[in-house]
C-alpha cells in the first residue's frame, strides 16, 4: 500500500501490519482509517479490538488503541463511553467475538442505544485458532469443526447480525452490512455509524471479510466466496430498524 | 463545609449501605453492577445517592459486562468500583485477571455467600481462593478483609486509594453477615484522615516507568514467552516491593502464649471476643487477625507464631482456605502444631471458638 493510500490515523510504526497477505482486516481498518481522517476525530477516538485476528490491531492507529478479551471489547467501550462522553469509542470484533462469546454485550448495547461505533469483521470462521465453525459459517462451508461442511440440522443456521439488532435497536441507530469488495462504500457506511454515534446513538458496521488463510484459498477463489457466496446469503447494505414500528 | 459537617456523624446502618457512602465520600465516580444476593444494597444506596452528586450508575447486562465497563471507565482516568458475590465472584475473574495484567485499579467489593455453586444467599468466606488466586495469573492483587461496619467504611476508602497508588486490582472481601446486618459506625470525611482526593488519571497518556513514553497502545497479549516473562516479571517485582507497605494485620496476646488463635473478617471477630474473655480468665492464648489477606502479612504471622509456642488454631466458615495461606507463611518458621475450626459455609461464634480453645490447650 503507498504512503499516498495510507490513511492519515494509520501508526506508521506499526506498518507493514500484522494481517496475512489477502485478508480483509486491512481493509476494513483502512475504510475506517479514511472514515476517522475525514471526519477529522482523529484527536477524539478511542480504538479497542478484540481477541482474534483483530488482535493484531492493538498499535494499529495514532489515537489510543486498547486489546481487551475475546468478546467483551464492547462492553469496556460501553465504560468508557460512560465516563468519558465526549470520547468516540470504536469497538472492533471478530464474527466469533460478537456473535458468539459476546453476543450479550452487542445486543444489550443496541437495547440501550449506547453511543458507541460496533464494527465486526465477518470472515465466517474463527481465524486465530485456525478456521473452527463461527456463527456467521455458511451451510455446506467446510470448517475444522465442519469438516464435511456445515449441517443446518447439527449446527443450525448461520447468524444474520445487523438483521438480528433490527429487532431491538433503538430506531435511530444505525446498522448496515459493508463488504471489503467496496471500501469506498464501507468507508462511507462507516462514517454515518460515527456520525450515529456524535449524535448520541448506538451504531454497528458489519463488514464481510476474507480469510484465505482459514479458506484455504487463491486470490480468485477467496474473492469468489466473498462476492458470490458470502454476498448472497449476507447482502450488504443498510439495514432499517424494525423495533418501535409498532408504537 | 456543609459535606464534612454531613459526614461527620454516627450512623446505624447495614454493612451495604456502608459500603456505598464509604464510595461516595471517598469520591468514587461510577459503579457498574448486577444483581445478587447478598450485595443488593450496595448498587441500591449508590444508585440513590449517587446520582445528586453527579456520580454514575450502570446495571450491566452480567458480571462480565459490569467488570469489562468497570475497566472501560477506569482507563477513561474514573475512580470505579463493582459489588458481587458467589457466582458473580466466579464471572468478575475473567475482568480480574485483564485488570491484573494490565495494572488496572479496579475495585471490587464481594459479600461472601455459600458455595460452591449458586448454594446459599446467606453467608461464608469461601471465596476467598477466589478473590485471592481467582484468574489465571499469579494473584497480583490486593485484597482487605474486613471485620465490622468501621472496617468495611475504612477500608472502601483505602481500597480506591491502594489501588490508583499501587495500580493493582483491589477487593474489599465482606460477607452476607457483614452486608445485611445493622451496627453503629463513625462516618467521616476521608480528607481528614489523610485520604484526599483519589490519585486518579487517563490510563491513555499516563507514564508508567522512568523514562517511558506515554502510554498510547495498550495489550494484554504476546507473541512471544519472553515478552510476556519480562513484562509479568516487572508486575511481579513491583507486587513484592510494595507488600511490606501493604499489609495489615492484628494482634492481641504477647510473648510465653500457648496457643494462636488466626481467624480473618468476621470470624476474626468472634476469635478476637474469645481470647479476650479467655485472657481475662488468665489463659495465655494470643490472636492473630490477617486484614490484608493478599499480600498475606507473613513476617508478622511468624512473629506471632514465635510468641505463642508454634501451637495453631485456625477458625474459619470454609474449608482450610485461610489455613492454606496461614500453613504457607509458616512454613519457614518451623513445624506448627494445628488444630482448625472449618466450617464452610457456616457461622462461628466466639463460644464455638472458646470451646475449641479450652479443648486445644487440655489436649
Ligand atoms: C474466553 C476465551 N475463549 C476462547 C478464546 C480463544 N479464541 C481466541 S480468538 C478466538 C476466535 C476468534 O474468532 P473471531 O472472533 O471470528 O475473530 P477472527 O480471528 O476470525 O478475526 C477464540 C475462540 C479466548 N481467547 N478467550
Ligand atoms: S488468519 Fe485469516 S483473518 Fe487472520 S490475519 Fe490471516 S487471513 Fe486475516
Ligand atoms: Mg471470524
Redesign the interface.
Known amino acids: 500500500m503507498s504512503e499516498l493510500s495510507m490513511p492519515r490515523c494509520w501508526n506508521r510504526e506499526s506498518k507493514p501490519h500484522r494481517f496475512c497477505p489477502g485478508c480483509g482486516h486491512g481493509l476494513v481498518l483502512k475504510a475506517l482509517g479514511l472514515a476517522i481522517d475525514e471526519l477529522g476525530l482523529e484527536e477524539r477516538v478511542v480504538f479497542a479490538c478484540d481477541i482474534g485476528c483483530s488482535l493484531l490491531a492493538w498499535d494499529f492507529f495514532t489515537f489510543p488503541c486498547l486489546q481487551t478479551h475475546h468478546g467483551r471489547t464492547i462492553p469496556v467501550m460501553v465504560g468508557l463511553k460512560r465516563a468519558r462522553p465526549e470520547l468516540v469509542a470504536v469497538a472492533y470484533m471478530g464474527d466469533g467475538g460478537g456473535y458468539a462469546i459476546g453476543l450479550q454485550h452487542l445486543v444489550s448495547a443496541a437495547l440501550r442505544d449506547d453511543p458507541i461505533t460496533a464494527v465486526l469483521v465477518n470472515n465466517t470462521v474463527y481465524a486465530m485458532t485456525g478456521g473452527q465453525m463461527a456463527p456467521t459459517t455458511l451451510l455446506g462451508q467446510k470448517t475444522e469443526t465442519t469438516p464435511f461442511g456445515r449441517d443446518e440440522a447439527e449446527t443450525g443456521r448461520p447468524f444474520k447480525g445487523p438483521e438480528t439488532l433490527s429487532a431491538v435497536a433503538h430506531p435511530q441507530a444505525y446498522l448496515a452490512r459493508g463488504t471489503v469488495a467496496q471500501v469506498l462504500r464501507l468507508k462511507n457506511e462507516l462514517k454515518r455509524g460515527l456520525e450515529r454515534q456524535l449524535q448520541g446513538h448506538f451504531a454497528f458496521i458489519e463488514a464481510l471479510s476474507t480469510c484465505p488463510t482459514n479458506w484455504r484459498t487463491n486470490a480468485a477463489a477467496t474473492w469468489a466466496f466473498l462476492e458470490q457466496d458470502m454476498s448472497s446469503f449476507y447482502r450488504p447494505g443498510e439495514v432499517a430498524v424494525m423495533a418501535g414500528k409498532e408504537d | 463545609m456543609a459535606k464534612a459537617a454531613e459526614l461527620e456523624s454516627r450512623a446505624f446502618i447495614t454493612g451495604n449501605e456502608v459500603v456505598a457512602r464509604a464510595a461516595l465520600a471517598a469520591g468514587a465516580?461510577?459503579m457498574?453492577g448486577y444483581p445478587i444476593t447478598p450485595q443488593n444494597e450496595i448498587m441500591h444506596h449508590w444508585r440513590r445517592l449517587a446520582p445528586q452528586q453527579g456520580r454514575?450508575f450502570?446495571q450491566?447486562?452480567?458480571e462480565?459486562?459490569a467488570?469489562?465497563?468497570?475497566?472501560?471507565?477506569?482507563?477513561?482516568?474514573?475512580a470505579?468500583f463493582s459489588a458481587t458475590a458467589g457466582p458473580g465472584t466466579v464471572l468478575f475473574q475473567?475482568?480480574l485477571s485483564?485488570a491484573e495484567m494490565m495494572r488496572l485499579p479496579v475495585v471490587v467489593v464481594v459479600q461472601q455467600r455459600g458455595g460452591p455453586s449458586t448454594a446459599t444467599v446467606i453467608y461464608s468466606q469461601q471465596e476467598l481462593n477466589l478473590v485471592c488466586f481467582g484468574g489465571n495469573g499469579e494473584g497480583l492483587r490486593l485484597v482487605y478483609s474486613t471485620g465490622s461496619h468501621q472496617e468495611l467504611y475504612d477500608y472502601t476508602i483505602k481500597a480506591f486509594h491502594m489501588a490508583w497508588r499501587y495500580r493493582f486490582p483491589t477487593f474489599v472481601l465482606g460477607d452476607g453477615y457483614q452486608a445485611k446486618m445493622r451496627e453503629p459506625l463513625q462516618l467521616y470525611d476521608p480528607a481528614e484522615r489523610g485520604f484526599g482526593p483519589i490519585p486518579k488519571e487517563p490510563i491513555?497518556?499516563s507514564v508508567r516507568g522512568e523514562g517511558e513514553k506515554p502510554l498510547?497502545?495498550?495489550?494484554?497479549?504476546f507473541s512471544v514467552e519472553e515478552e510476556l516473562s519480562e513484562v509479568l516479571g516487572r508486575h511481579l517485582e513491583d507486587y513484592a516491593r510494595a507488600a511490606p507497605e501493604l499489609v495489615e494485620h492484628e494482634f492481641l496476646g504477647g510473648a510465653g502464649g500457648e496457643l494462636l488463635v488466626v481467624a480473618h473478617g468476621i470470624v476474626g471477630r468472634a476469635a478476637r471476643q474469645a481470647v479476650r474473655e479467655l485472657r481475662a480468665a488468665g489463659r495465655r492464648v494470643n490472636f492473630f487477625r490477617p486484614i490484608t489477606l493478599r499480600p498475606f502479612p507473613e513476617e508478622a504471622l511468624r512473629q506471632a507464631l514465635e510468641m505463642s509456642g508454634g501451637a495453631v488454631l485456625v477458625a474459619e466458615s470454609a474449608q482450610g482456605q485461610l489455613g492454606k495461606l496461614v500453613r504457607l507463611a509458616a512454613a519457614e518458621w518451623g513445624r506448627p502444631r494445628y488444630r482448625t475450626l472449618y466450617r464452610p459455609g457456616v457461622g462461628i461464634t466466639a463460644e464455638d471458638i472458646a470451646a475449641e480453645i479450652e479443648e486445644a490447650i487440655l489436649a
Do not use: Q, W, Y
Not at chain 2, 468497570?70 to 482507563?75: E, P, S, Y
Not at chain 2, 498510547?216 to 497479549?221: D, G, I, V
Open positions: 465516580d461510577c457498574f454514575l450502570m450491566t447486562e452480567d462480565l459486562s467488570g469489562f465497563a468497570t475497566i472501560g471507565a477506569v482507563i477513561g482516568g474514573k470505579c475473567e475482568p485483564m491513555f497518556g498510547l497502545h495498550l495489550r494484554n497479549s
